[in-house]
């Protein structure tokens, strides 16, 4: 070796450029390691990144590598590979699969009247199934960290739906719901889960944003007995700024499930200052008025601060009531409040004679005055799904395990 | 001239230390302040600085004619730039089209904050360089030059900061410190635009204009309304109470439909009412125990959790709130509420940080409620700490428990959120007989000394509230059942199983906020996060030992000592500019660890830190100037700085261990204090010398000052980026000292290199 080289005059430019690209280089060696260790491994049931997939029910085929899912108003074209938006449906050899088949993130057995459904089989259970996903994007999402991971980075259990259903049926659980992240997303698993239960005689639910095309909906329809769905805000600015979505396809869904016969109620979260000026509420309350009917339950809930909007404070109260008054006068029968126990908003009142109908407190009934789906005082009809015997006790609030799912 | 120039040059250090620590606090409020948002922010400061004396200073000074009306007209534009950063800092939600009340991403943060500090730093580190050059005589190149800046500088920086840390920040709005600041740097551009030689005419115009406009905006109370807009842009949609500092920070409260909002540092921090929050903190807490009479509550009481508490047979509650601004703002904004229970006789509010207080009183607690934010920055993770847990458990009776709660998400525990979860729950169990955690939103933990005592069946919990008659509304029944069932206690209790792989929370190794701030990363889609997650203890030391040999190995192969020689004192003073920002990070929150959060004692230490600086600068100048300062005195300074990180750990755990009085004056008041004075006195030591070395081996006054000072910001830019955010949280105080003090001897190794024959002369 002449030393050539290293006699060189290495100038001080030079110097610190190879010291840089040097320590970078090495610097990120042991780095990778680390996250190469993390990546690669093999997931089973009720462990991170546990998934399988079955075959979408609704998308185009474009060509030999493009598909266009159908399933939602974003109407995604995806080649080979590439992820939908909701993070949870990805096109195969040509096909279209959604990746949270039979894997949910996220199973409890929740009060319905959590749900929040308040005209439906008050004060029984449902069994509340999530995967992960979501096709909205909003930012005080209150599973965002299920709705806004792909399902690979999530803690799955294997839960097929006849597995659901029987789950349902041993837990004491008159109903399914298709709950806490986006139900839509996963539409596939909630359908044949829904096929399932209905031969079984246990109903469906499912509470969703509405973010969904029609023809999916009128399929899954057939099978479902209520549906709560967010009408988050009431103008395309918020939709456009808060979701990521389009207000549109929501207000669609709305008519479509009206138009089904399924059992519809509608809950609005009031954030403000966003969506809290109370005369885009009337409009809103016109509306539902006007194309749902006055007689659908619509909840104003309360907002608080979660994920990316942490800097806000929760909705004031008078907010909601102020909300609650403005939905009344419109003439919408039976507006609630959430989560204010020990207020009005949270009882049913006969809209014919202003009994108290459901006496409520969080999610127990302390007074129930339904008798066959009628007012007990003036029977005027009450719009719901209400148990099919007349005897019912108050019953203690039986909660049997089901941690062979919850790991 | 030379009156108002060394004027000019103790007021550019001024302005940059005044100007920090008002621009630093503004960001805070903006960005998400956590350890991360410090440190890039910090870091932004530094680089910027270092940027404007190495890339722009070195290269373009000697080029400027007439460099005294550069100088005049540089800090012309300092002057300006300072008040628009403020507006520009409240500007950001808005320019980044954040939605009122969203965080703020990692990646907008970092290229807002860079934008932001690109101005006025670059013109600082400009400044530097160019002053350095108009202070020597015209043809004196000596280092002694460049010594005596980095003094003044120095002086001028200790005085800043201390001016705007213990007074200015607490009188005046942040818009008013920078406008006064302008206004200062301008009166002394007026003063040194007499002594230009030429284009005097054409500079006045613009000075005195500015100099009138400043005027007149203080005079006809202009100042309020541009405040009022700044603080309008922020807070746009809300109603607007009031925004005050104090010197622990920025409190903010806005109103809506009889509904208050607290924010902290831009934080939202509890609104009253919100019986859903106080109710649970409060009757979760109490109701544990059998019999709850004396109970301890840290932070948060004015938010109804005291009036909570109250409802229940206690005889005492001692509140500790640090920041006596929050108590005067509730009693200016709450007082009307039925929330408000400071009037009430059994409580007694101390205005005390909460570590001093558990290490000093001699109380005896039933119950200690934590109501303190989840641990998102190294300050407040000092309380879950297995140190802190401690600590609670020498004030707490037989059957106390200690309570506090962390943020958390009721239907799924994802794998970040439970490594923090994971960490807090071993430390509590590391010290308390029985943990319980309670599901939901929020994870209650609860430490109880004697085991038997917590439950978390709902009935049991019922009837107590029923024995004692208190009224609640969401603790109840009707929700518990639901939110305590089985299976909702069953998931949680899966997902808190203890894994190798998750540390435990410890006062000199504060993992939980390096947790917190991974899962603060994963509500953005940024692949960082990703990274956050997979580093580890063993990858950073592996990292740590490939740099080193980055570093030392192609300075080792260079045959020539002549080359050798200029290099290893440029790394020297890097390696040093890394340390001595380690020194201040550590020791500021050692202090904080063992003897609690003093505000005016933080001063002290930096002062010290500051003091020492200037005193080894000026030192090293003076031998430089009789002729003397040789790189062995250099190499000395070098073998300090390898040795002190390797004493500072042994200090800290020492006073840490010791709780007797004499050993607790001591360390309080004199050792830690004033340890940094060594710090800085090193560090100051070096600087003018390395010049002196450089300009040995490569001539260039200009050239030198602009390398010299970069580098040692460049050094000090890493350091701020590294250690508070990784390297402390995960290795530790003690292996983060050694890391330093390794780092140094790799230079100290060159030098040795570089010293060559010198060295055998002088051995």
Redesign the interface.
Known sequence: MNGHFYRRKLSRREFFKVCAFSSIALASTPLLVDILKAAVSSPKSGEKGFISKREAMFYKVLDEETIQCQLCPRRCTLSEGMRGFCRAREPHGGKHYSMVYGDPCAVYKDPIEKKPLFHFLPQTFAFSIATAGCNLRCKYCQNWEISQFPPEETENYELPPEEVVDSAIKLNCPTIAYTYSEPSVFYEYMYDTAVIAHKKGVKNIYHSNGYLNPEPLKELCKYLDGANIDLKGFTQKYYGEICEATLKPVLDTLKTLKKEGVHLEITNLIVPPYNDDMEKIKEMCLWIGDNLGKEVPLHFSRFYPLYKLKNLSPTPVSTLEKAREVAMKVGLEYVYIGNVPGHRGENTYCPKDGELLIHRRGYEILENNIVDGKCKFCGKPIPGVWPEEKVKKKTELPSPKVSKYLG | MKKYLILGLILIGFTSMAAQIVLMRELMVVF?GNELSLGITLAGWLFWVAMGSWGIGRFFVERIRNKLAFFVFAELLLALFLPLTIFATSAIPIILNT?????IGLFPMIYSSLAILAPPCLLLGFLFVLGCRIYSAKNREGAEQIGYVYVLEAIGATSGGLLSSLLLIRVLPPLYIMLGIGLLNLGVVFSLAWFLEEKKSLLLVPTSILILFGLSIFSFGKVEDLCQTSLDLRW???HLLTSRNSIYGNLTV?E????Y?F?NN???NF?V??E?TSERIAHFALLEHPEPRKVLLIGGGVSGVLREILKHPVEKVDYLELDPLMITLAKEYLSSTKEYALNDERVEVRNIDGRLFVRRTSNKYDLIIVNLPSPFTAQINRFYTVEFFKATERILKEEGILFFGITS?P?????E?RNLLVSLNESLKRVFAEVRVIPG?TNYFLGCKSKGILTLDYKRLMERLNERRVKA??V????L??EL????V??LE?KLRSSPKIMLNYDFRPISYYYDMVLWS??FKFTLA??F????T??IY??AL??Y???LL??W????ID?VR??AV?TAVATTGFAEITFQVITLLSFQIIYGYVYYKLSIILTSFMIGLIFGGWWATKIIEKGKGNFLNFIEAQICICIYPLILPLIFLGFAGSSGKFSTYLGSNIILPFLPIIAGFIGGFQFPLANKLYLQSRGGLVRAAGLTYGLDLFGSCLGALLVSVFLLPILGIPAVCLLVALLNLVSLVLLLRGAGSTLKLFL
Do not use: M, W
């Open positions: 998400y939605s009122p009340g969203e965080i746009k949609t809300y806005t809506k439909d009889n509904t909002s924010f831009g934080l939202y609104t009412p919100d859903f998400s239907n799924y525990i994802s794998e959120q939103d509304k969401y109840r029944e009707y929700y059942a639901s069932s089985d299976e909702r069953g998931y899966g994963t509500h990703k990274i997650k997979g580093i580890s063993k990858g592996l990292t490939l740099i040999c980055a570093i192609p300075i192969l260079r045959r020539s080359e200029p290099v440029l």
